[in-house]
């Protein structure tokens, strides 16, 4: 579990989150959507105890950070570092002791090559495949399906799945709708600083039709072409 009671976060004078109240069970994937700049990172940053901010969050395992797993839209990496030493920083940071390494390289990367090399699909999957493999129970993934090709992004619904599985709590954000039709259980959207709506696979296909009829047609319209 993760409690968020009156999570307030401003930046000199501006406020970015303000009131956010929720609660993630175990088991489930939860996305997050919203409006570029509507606070997204900012949230996952305070969940990961990246950011000083006002109010509360709590889980069931303390401390948090501990044992949750952040995805950057944009991950990291020294310049000087393989794939291999990667994964390995990263799970020598949870005290992981990790064997087999090739075995477990699912997503195909070339992890004896420095990541300076890697294309951006590649440096989000080695981001991905070493936040997995630390053994987190909560996931926190900002925008993973981003720059991934598509044997990837299939290969990636199929870790979300067997994490729910697994009873791990998943947030992702996406501006892939459908990325989040395959995978989560409970959309929550993101809005002038609070969630202004919870909303449950049943009625997904609704939310999407309302993200459709947005004045979207009448934007596109203005282009005039």
């Known amino acids: 579990m993760i409690k968020i009671v009156d999570l307030h976060k401003s930046y000199d004078s501006k406020s970015i989150l303000k009131g956010i ?22 949230l996952f940053r305070c969940i990961a105890g990246l950011e000083r901010f006002d109010g509360e969050i709590t889980s069931d395992l303390q401390p948090l950070k501990n044992y949750l797993g952040l995805l950057f839209a944009e991950p990291y990496f020294f310049d000087k570092i393989t794939g291999e030493e990667y994964i390995r920083l990263l799970c020598n940071a949870r005290h ?12 195909d990367l070339p992890l004896s090559q420095y990541v300076s090399t890697y294309s951006t699909g590649m440096k989000k999957k080695l981001a991905l495949l070493a936040v997995l493999l630390q053994g987190n129970e ?31 709590i998943v947030l992702l954000s996406s501006h892939i709708f459908s990325t989040l039709r395959d995978t989560c259980d409970e959309i929550l959207v993101l809005k002038n600083g609070t969630f202004t709506k919870h909303v449950y696979r049943d009625n997904f296909d609704t939310l999407e039709d309302e993200l459709k009829s947005s004045g979207v047609k009448d934007l596109v319209g203005r282009l005039g072409l």
Do not use: Q, W
């Not at 069970?25 to 900012?42: D, L, P, V």
């Not at 992981?96 to 997503?107: A, M, P, Q, S, Y």
């Open 96 to 107: 992981k002791v990790i064997n087999g390494i090739t075995d477990k390289n699912i997503l």
């Open 138 to 168: 909560f996931f926190v993934l900002d925008e993973p399906y981003n720059g991934i090709d598509i044997n990837g992004s299939i290969v990636l619904t199929e870790i979300l799945l067997k994490l729910k599985e697994l009873n791990k």
């Open 21 to 42: 109240n929720t609660e993630f069970s175990r088991g489930k994937i939860y996305g997050i959507i919203g409006e570029n700049g509507a606070g997204k990172t900012t």
